[in-house]
């Protein structure tokens, strides 16, 4: 499973865009990009996937650049409500059960 | 559908007590999962199951069983606690029998915390 990089926290007032970039440079052909959210005292939560260019939703935005070797998910107008825990994971689509590798992901805060 | 539900919310075990935390899903998912998260950490796989009857090892497996009787329910058992499993644990679902193959998104419990004294 391909080793995932991303900042430890981030800090951001409500409103604006927050970027959150990941970095997979051992990511293989076969794998998708998966972000999960965590609240506190709450399991974490699936947010967006992709596999390449951009992926949207209503709640994020995921751009992944042609190599693949990062991803940046994009949280637009933050509001308190999105201070939380936010995994990047990198996982094959193997058609069996994929065993998710939670890094200790990005901590978000978002102030008034 | 309730999802995924795990009962206790939360335990105090004292060394060398046994328990089971429970799991269950109503979303007629055929994978099922135990993580178990530390203060700062994220979560580590304990163990996990692809169908009923059919369990296997995570990346943490010592201390802890599992069985997998029927679909829905997906206990894990703690045989003898100890102090190092003070954790919150968390189980997931994923995987619609007979869904379109593509990637899996998880589907997580609310959590149970325990306390090994």
């Known amino acids: 499973l391909a080793k995932t990089t991303q900042p430890i926290s981030m800090d951001s007032y409500e409103g604006q865009e927050v970027n959150i970039t990941c970095s997979h440079n051992?990511?293989?052909?076969?794998?998708?990009i998966t972000w999960y959210q965590q609240f506190p005292s709450q399991g974490p939560r699936f947010i967006i996937q992709?596999?390449?260019t951009k992926v949207t939703n209503e709640v994020a935005s995921l751009f992944i650049p042609a190599d693949r070797k990062s991803s940046t998910l994009s949280l637009p107008r933050v509001s308190l409500s999105d201070t939380a825990v936010y995994y990047c994971?990198?996982?094959?689509?193997?058609?069996?059960?994929?065993?998710?590798?939670f890094g200790a992901g990005t901590r978000l805060a978002v102030h008034p | 559908n309730a999802g995924v539900t795990q009962t206790p919310k939360f335990q105090v075990l004292k060394t060398g007590q046994s328990m089971t935390l429970q799991c269950a899903q109503d979303?007629?998912?055929?994978?099922m999962s135990w993580y178990r998260q530390d203060p700062g950490m994220g979560l580590r796989l304990i163990h996990y199951?692809?169908?009923?009857?059919?369990?296997d090892q995570g990346e943490v497996p010592n201390g802890y069983n599992v069985s997998r009787s029927t679909t829905e329910d997906f206990p894990l058992r703690l045989l003898s606690a100890a102090p190092s499993q003070t954790s919150v644990y968390f189980c997931?679902?994923?995987?619609?029998?007979?869904?379109?193959?593509?990637?899996?998104?998880?589907?997580f419990g609310p959590g149970t915390r325990l306390t090994v004294l």
């Open positions: 997931a679902s994923s995987r619609t029998s007979g869904a379109p193959l593509s990637t899996d998104t998880q589907y």
């Open positions: 051992n990511i293989a052909t076969n794998d998708y």
């Open positions: 992709g596999y390449k």
């Open positions: 994971l990198v996982h094959p689509d193997s058609g069996g059960y994929n065993k998710l590798i």
């Open positions: 979303m007629n998912h055929e994978y």
């Open positions: 199951s692809v169908g009923a009857g059919i369990t």
